[in-house]
């Protein structure tokens, strides 16, 4: 019992069920953001909301495009909604950090090459025992 103890309380387990808690709650508000704000002004726009009702049929068997359709749009809704609650701004902070703490502004991450490089000249650089 000691060892499950001791695993429950270590750092990483507690932050992780913290961040399941976190998403979950996060999920809840971009779902409503998505049906309840996003959906109905693509509704006024276009003037369907639901397209759940539409099917075909192939030798007895209903095709439910339309769900389909819905999940499509709420995906795309919800990534879109995302991005520019979530990730832009956060960028924009992490950027503004950036310039105050005097680092360049990161447009785009190092590739592979680039940090290998930098490490060679870096160890290149480093004083011999």
Do not use: C, W
Request: glycine share 6%.
């Amino acid at each position: 019992m000691h060892g499950f103890k001791k695993f429950i309380m270590r750092g990483n387990v507690i932050d992780l069920a913290v961040a399941f808690v976190m998403g979950a709650a996060f999920v809840a508000v971009m779902n409503s953001l998505v049906s309840d704000l996003l959906t109905p002004l693509i509704a006024a726009i276009f003037g369907k909301q639901d397209f759940s009702a539409l099917t075909f049929t192939v030798n007895g068997s209903v095709f439910r495009y339309g769900a389909f359709i819905n999940a499509l749009i709420s995906f795309v809704l919800i990534a879109t909604a995302l991005y520019f609650f979530v990730v832009a701004p956060l960028n924009a902070v992490a950027d503004r950090r950036r310039r105050k703490a005097g680092l360049p502004v990161l447009d785009e991450p190092p590739t592979e090459l680039e940090l290998l490089t930098q490490m060679r000249d870096l160890l290149r650089e480093a004083p011999r025992r």
